[in-house]
Each structure stands twice: as structure tokens, then as C-alpha cells.
């Protein structure tokens, strides 16, 4: 079955750098587009960054474009995010999900930014 | 961008009861609409996705409808377990945006 295994979350402190990564098992990752999403704690839901199955169309949210950058290795069925100048409103719990017909996300991992 | 609004945002029912939650999309997106449970600490579950097609292994008290503009998510007897919070969610286009939420409360 579909598994999304996110890793790499932990506190950081503002300004400071984080990468994420999302191992894929259970269906053919090359032929699936991605997103990386977050939940507020508390609060709703938001989407982050948008990656085509070919690795080659790249969109991201106004909240992180210009700090955050999405990639993948279809190699190795893993998807990441690179998160730069992390800021206090960043802390949420990240998810990958695979996009076909509505979202199947991963269990989640808690980003805190903090001092 | 699309925005989506659900409503409402919070709605107390009882075991047994009917619940319709509605979402409405700022402009068309067809039939491109998701909808999702979560639960304290858990990730979204999908139930229902192409507005009206239920996710393999939802219980059939889901439902979806809609087209267009307008849509909602009928849960037609109430069980324990739903309670949690729900989401629609467009994706017509590739920002994905969300409702903001529906939780369902014991009454």
C-alpha cells in the first residue's frame, strides 16, 4: 500500500536552515506529482510546494517562495524540502503527499522555530 | 488564486444524526474536489475525491456531491468515530487551497 515516511523536522532557531524528506513506497514515485504541505497547530491546513512527477515544474505558496525549495530523487523514491530563513510562523507539522485525485499524505513531522 | 469556504466551522450533532457540511469555490473547478477527515494528531484522511467518488474502504455513510461552485459532504448517520474535523479541498489547480475546516462535536 501507499506509504509516505516524513523525516527531518526537529526546532530550529530562527534564521537558521532545515531539510525534510519524505521516503515513498508502495506505488511507482516517478509517475506522481508531490506536494509538501503544513498544518498550523490549531489551525487549518496549507499547501507549501508543488513538484510535476518529472521534477520539472516547481510552484510554491507566497508565504515561502524564495526560502523554501522542493526537489526529488526518483531514484530513490524521496522527496525533500529545503527550508532557509525559517521565521517563528513557519513552526507546523509538514506532510508530503502524492497527488492523484485528492491527496494521500505521510504521518507528519513537527517543525518548531524557536529561540 | 481559488478560495475555498467552508461552513460552517463548527457544528455540534449527536450519534445517529444526518450532517451536511457545505464548500463553496470562489469560481468553477468542475469536479476537482477533495474531501478529508482528520483527527487530533493525525494526518487528513481521504473520503470522497472527484466531488462524489468515495475512497476504497470509507464506510458508505459518506457522501459527496456537487459541481462547479458549490458542493458538500453528507455523513448520513452519525458514528463515534466521526467526530474529528473535516476539509475540501480544489485541486483544479496546483495551489491546492483548503477550506478552513469543519469540526463536527458530541452534542
Known amino acids: 500500500q501507499v506509504q509516505l515516511v516524513e523525516s527531518g523536522g526537529g526546532v530550529v532557531q530562527p534564521g537558521r536552515s532545515l531539510r525534510l524528506s519524505c521516503a515513498a513506497s508502495g506505488f511507482t514515485f516517478s509517475s506522481y506529482s508531490m506536494y509538501w504541505l503544513r498544518h498550523y497547530p490549531g489551525k487549518g491546513l496549507e499547501w507549501v510546494a508543488f513538484m510535476s512527477a518529472d521534477g520539472i515544474n516547481k510552484y510554491y505558496a507566497d508565504s515561502v517562495k524564495g526560502r523554501f525549495t522542493i526537489s526529488r530523487d526518483n531514484s530513490k523514491n524521496t522527496l525533500y524540502l529545503q527550508m532557509n530563513s525559517l521565521r517563528t510562523d513557519d513552526t507546523a507539522v509538514y506532510y508530503c503527499?502524492?497527488?492523484?485525485?485528492?491527496?494521500?499524505w505521510g504521518q507528519g513531522t513537527l517543525v518548531t522555530v524557536s529561540s | 488564486d481559488i478560495q475555498m469556504t467552508q461552513s460552517p466551522s463548527t457544528l455540534s450533532a449527536s450519534v445517529g444524526d444526518r450532517v451536511t457540511i457545505t464548500c463553496r469555490a470562489s469560481q468553477s473547478i468542475s469536479y476537482y474536489l477533495a474531501w478529508y477527515q482528520q483527527k487530533p494528531g493525525k494526518a487528513p484522511k481521504l473520503l470522497i475525491y472527484?466531488?462524489?467518488s468515495l475512497e476504497s474502504g470509507v464506510p458508505s455513510r459518506f457522501s459527496g456531491s456537487g459541481s462547479g461552485t458549490l458542493f458538500t459532504l453528507t455523513i448520513s448517520s452519525l458514528q463515534p468515530d466521526d467526530f474529528a474535523t473535516y476539509y475540501c479541498q480544489q485541486y483544479k489547480s496546483y495551489s491546492g487551497m483548503f477550506g478552513q475546516g469543519t469540526k463536527v462535536e458530541i452534542k
Open positions: 503527499a502524492r497527488n492523484a485525485n485528492g491527496l494521500t
Open positions: 472527484k466531488a462524489s
